[in-house]
C-alpha cells in the first residue's frame, strides 16, 4: 500500500530518515552481506560462507524455518536458514543476531534476467561495543569456517566451457557448465615407473601445502604439467589420479571454442581455487607457433592499412601470447591454488615460451609399457603379482613398444571366469605380433634408405664428367 500510494524519490527519503532516526537511538550496529557481490569479477563468497556457517553451526538448532537442498550427488540434505528467520549465535561472551532478508525488485524495474529477480542478503546485528571483535575475529572467523564447511561438502566437479554465443550477450551467464566427476583413477591404478611416480605425488603434495612458501618466494601459487607422450600412454588418466589424490575440480577447457584473449582470461577468472585446469592436446587445439614474432611485423602492417580496411577477425583468435599471459601473466596471479596441465602427443610441436619452466613447471613424458606399468595393470586387472609367463613378458615388452592402453585391453578379461592365463597368453601373442611388425617396419624403413642413398650415388655420378666415369668402371 505504502508502495503503491506514496512517490517513488519520497519513499527513499522516508526509509534514509527512519534509518538514521534508528541510528541515533538504538545501541546496535548492523552489517549486511547481499548475495549479489558489486565487483564486477568476484562472486558473492561472504554470502555462502555465511550461509554454510549457519547451516553448520549449533545456533541453527534453535531456527525454526529452514530450508532444506540436496547437493549434486551428496548423501544427506544440506540446511540453511530460511527467508526472514532470525538465528542468535554466541561468540566469545557476545551475541551476534542473523537475519535472512529478501528484497523484491521494484516494480518500476524491469528485469530481464531471472537471476536479478530477488535480491537475498544476511545482516549481523550486534551491539556497538563488540564492533572491533565483529571485524577482527568474528567474521573471519565465519568466512574460514564457512568455507571449510563448502569444501567438506562439495561434490567435486568437471566443467567445460561453453560456446561464448551463449554468454558473451549476459552479464551474469555461466560461461562453464559441470557434470559430477567420478573417474575412478588414482596413483595406485595408474602404470608408470614407481620412481617418477612417487616424484610426481610428492611434488602435488608440495603444491598442495605450499601456500606460505609461495608467498615467501613470491611466486603465484600456482603450477603447471606438461603430459606428454605416444597416445593411449595414460595422460588423461594421470589428469583424473591428480584429481582424486588433490581433491580438486577438474576444468576442461576447450581452446578451439574460445573466440578471443579476453574470454580466456574471463574463463580464468570464472574458475575457482582448488582445481586443475586442462587443456588436452594443446598443439591440436590452435595453431600457437610464431604468432608472438609476427605481432610487430602485423602492428607495422595495421598501421598503414585505413581502418575501413582492416580484417579484425585476427583480434577476436586466442593468441599464442594470450595463452603465454592466461598461464604466467598478472591475471595467472589471481585466486591461486590452481594448477594447469596441458597434454599433447607432439611435444616437439610446442612453442618453447609455451612450455619453459615457470609455464610448465615439470615436463612428464608417459611412455609405452615397460614391465614395472605391467605389473600395476596385472593386478588391477587381473589381480594376479607373479606369473610363470612373466619372465617372457618382460622380454618382450623390453622389444616391442606397446601402450598401456593396449596392454589392459589384452589383459581385460573376456568372461565372467576370470581365465589368467589366458588373458596373459594373448598379451604374449599381440606382444609377439608387436614386436614383428615393429622389426619389418624397420626392414622396410632401411631398405627405403638405402634405396633413397644408391639413388643420390647414381645421381651424383651423372652429374660427374663422363670420362671420369669410363676410367672407374673400366
Ligand atoms: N598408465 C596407465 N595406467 C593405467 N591405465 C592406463 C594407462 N595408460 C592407459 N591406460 C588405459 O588406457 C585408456 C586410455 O588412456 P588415456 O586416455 O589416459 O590415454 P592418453 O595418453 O590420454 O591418450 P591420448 O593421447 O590419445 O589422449 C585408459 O582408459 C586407461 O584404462
Ligand atoms: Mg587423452
Redesign the pocket.
Known sequence: MVQEHIPFQLQDHLAALAARLHALLSPYATITIDDKSSHYFSRCEAFFAVEAYLGASPCAANARRLRADLAEGADRMALAVDDHEAVADDFRGATMWWRKTKALPSANVITWSPRNAERRSYRLTFHRRHRALVENAYLPHVLAEGRAVTVRNRQRRLFTNNPSADWSAYDDARVWSHVKLEHPSTFA????DPVRKQEIIDDLDMFRDGKEYYASVGKAWKRGYLLF?P???????MIAAMANFLDYDVYDLELTAVKSNTELRRLFIETTGKSIIVI?DIDCSIDLTGKRKKKKKDKKKKKMTPPWARDDDEEKKVTLSGLLNFIDGLWSACGGERIIIF?T?HKEKLDPALIRRGRMDMHIE?SYCCFE?FKV?AKNYLGVEQHELFGEIRRLLEEADM???DV?ENLMPRSKTKDVDACLERLVKALHEAKEAALSKAAAAAAAAGKKKADEEIKDDSDKDPKDMKERFC
Do not use: F, H
Not at 189 to 192: E, N, S
Not at 231 to 237: N, Q
Open positions: 591404478t595408474l602404470a608408470m607422450g597416445p593411449g600412454t595414460g595422460k588423461s588418466t588436452e597434454t602427443n608417459m606399468s595393470l601402450s598401456p592402453a589392459a
